[in-house]
């Protein structure tokens, strides 16, 4: 049987019919040679097929050769479609459509593009990959409308990586409905990261700088010591504060630093993308 597309006889009509629309939607085409809308059907119902890469099965059958097949699927007229889901018919239609309306019937029945790559994020994190799993997170999340099991696997990952800021914010957008205790237990693991984030040197040069805020020296080590604990954020903003008033400050060290933890983070990182633009709007 081709991944995508498959000839139907009665000794696999069981497998390919009743089996296989089990794990997939399966688009069952009869046709017959003399059929001339079916011969302008069929390639466009194989292109399909062969774009969507085995997100349905297409299963052709010659009415001609299966009269008994077509008959107890209560084919009247060629070319008739039909969409099979766990053994039973669900949708379809006779006669020739075009290309956007059968597009159209295939999208009520197969994932969305962003439930794939969740799928795809979760086999990451699964294997421990969670840099690789954070940007498909962030753009699932985006494209799923901040859905609430997903926004909670996104904050478990950020919470991973100590982005305990991104984390939270994640998690304040999360509705009553769904704090659930998978919710409970990240808002827990949210305050022990909070708690751990302050360690005795960032306590120190925080109150320095709360004492005296022009002291730029405190402030870069500051950002030193929050970008070493992941609060890249953080980091940043007190770095973009020293180079509005010096952009040489300490020989540069806090420009580099900047432009290293923006790097650090990644291309399409939305933390990194937002400084980038502040820097280029302070620059120029």
């Known amino acids: 049987m081709n991944e995508f597309i498959v000839d139907v006889t009665a000794q696999n009509a069981q497998q390919v019919l009743i089996e296989e629309s089990m794990k997939r939607p399966v688009v069952v085409d009869f046709w017959a040679d003399w059929c001339e809308p ?30 008994m097949l077509a008959g107890q699927l209560g084919v009247r007229s060629l070319p008739t479609v039909m969409v099979l889901k766990e053994g039973q018919p669900v949708d379809g239609f006779a006669g020739a459509q075009s290309e956007q309306q059968i597009r159209e019937m295939l999208d009520k029945y197969l994932p969305k593009a962003w439930e794939l790559q969740f799928q795809q994020a979760q086999q990451l994190v699964g294997e421990g990959k969670l840099d690789e799993a954070l940007p498909l997170l962030r753009q699932v999340y985006t494209e799923s409308s901040e859905r ?31 704090q659930d205790s998978d919710y409970q237990q990240l808002m827990a693991q949210l305050e022990l990261k909070q708690q751990a984030a302050d ?55 806090a420009k580099q630093a900047y432009l290293d933890i923006v790097k650090s983070l990644g291309a399409g990182d939305p933390v990194a993308t937002q400084y980038q633009r502040k820097l280029m709007t302070l620059l120029f």
């Open 148 to 178: 609430a099991d997903i926004a909670k696997q996104l904050a478990a990952v950020l919470l991973e990586l100590n982005r305990v800021p991104e984390a939270e914010a994640v998690l304040g957008k999360i509705l009553l409905a769904d």
């Open 199 to 253: 360690s005795p040197e960032i306590k120190a040069l925080q109150q320095t700088l709360a004492q005296n805020p022009q002291d730029r020296e405190a402030a870069y080590q500051l950002a030193v010591q929050y970008s070493q604990n992941s609060r890249h954020q953080e980091a940043l903003e007190l770095l973009l504060d020293i180079l509005r008033a010096d952009m040489g400050f300490a020989d540069g060290a």
């Open 38 to 67: 079916c011969k302008q059907l069929m390639p466009v119902l194989e292109k399909l097929a062969n774009e969507y890469a085995g997100q349905f099965l297409l299963a052709k059958v010659n009415a001609d050769t299966e009269q």
